[in-house]
């Protein structure tokens, strides 16, 4: 018999990337593909792409570029671009980068198998009307006690600086059924954390008993499975947080007391220009309400600064927005014009004024979010271990407001959800110790 065929995949970007190479590498694993983390040692290199920045998306090409030595020394070396720079440039990679035997667009990833069988080259963007996680194989067991489920795909909101809705497309939920049956079958391979994805996540409207369920109504229902003991949603967009969601974060103690909620800017003149549709006070309003529902709950958010024609006031309201709201962690990014977009037109800020007020916000959301480890310090949390620790008898893990923890726990293994008392808080994560 010949040996199995190894398989590397490299994911970039967001966390439905890595649940779509997780999905690939479970298709490509009923062709005889063994995943490897050795890139030297694959049959075939799958670069699972993000477009969202410029940055993001150039990070192709130069892995490309580096590639080509492993190309020459194996001519057989299948090298695939999934993603969403394949759903945005498709055939134009293979005149770039005459190395690439396939491009394959995300809503095409149940024809890679025949794809990489292929001869010749070939590229699929399409967005077909069948639901390609029905085609792909169904879930292994995964590695550790938490996964992801992607339960929405696409965007209709169009954000003046975001291709997402021209790369993943329409927005798509997936159906009821189908999510609870995933959702069971992971739960029965020892998963006891789940994250429900989507682009809009809360723009959710799948097919369930009785019509379109909304994400509250799904999350409901999936707190009704026996083992499954948390459950997350990202990312959302403000105008879709409905009052069941909001009450759902009161109710279900399954729903952990953290909550991703992009807002971009605090200005509104700047959240008009980008297409937002909601005000820096509806969002300060969303809020309070959250928090009335679930008080010790953890927000955190994107922003971008420097969006075309942001100027020192629009900034500064930014900035009073996070000082009023106090976020846990947020991710912040300098606008980079994506080709395409409507805000790719507008004539730029200046660089070195962009990069002065990103230093400028992150540092305030460095210290938010020290401030928030460290009122954790003497409280008691739930805490799933994921990994085991750098130290003999130490473990890690989640806590329910996604820290970090380690934990002096002998007697513990991976998979164990306890109760744990936090002792102390470094740079990036809480030291706790073990009371049930
Ligand atoms: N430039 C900078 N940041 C962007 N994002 C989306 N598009 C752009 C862009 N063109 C950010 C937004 C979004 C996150 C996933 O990436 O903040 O919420
Ligand atoms: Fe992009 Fe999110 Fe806006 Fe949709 S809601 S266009 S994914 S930033």
Redesign the pocket.
Known sequence: MSSPKKLFIKTYGCQMNVYDSERMAEAMGNEGYLLTEVQEEADMVLLNTCHIREKASEKLYSDLGRLKPLKAAKPDLKIGVAGCVAQAEGAEILKRMPLVDLVVGPQSYHRLPEMARAPEKTVDTEFPVEDKFDLLPERKAPRGPSAFLTVQEG?????A?????YT?GAEVSRPVGRILDEARKLVERGVRDITLLG??VNAYHGEGPGGAWTLARLIRALAEINGLARIRYT?S?PNDMDDDLVAAHGDLPALMPYLHL?V?SGSDRILKAMN?KHTAESYLRLVERIRAARPDILLSS?FIVGFPGETDRDFADTMDLIRAVGFGQAFSFKYSARPGTPAAEKDPVEAAIADARLQELQALITTQQRAAQLAMVGREVGVLYDKPGRLPGQLVGKSDHLHAVFVEDAQGKVGDLVRVRIVASSSNSLAAERIG
Request: proline share 11%; glycine share 0%; charged share 25%.
């Open positions: 965007c209709d909101k169009f954000c600086f975001c291709v997402v809705p993943r682009q809009n990312t967009h992009p971009q937002r994107d």
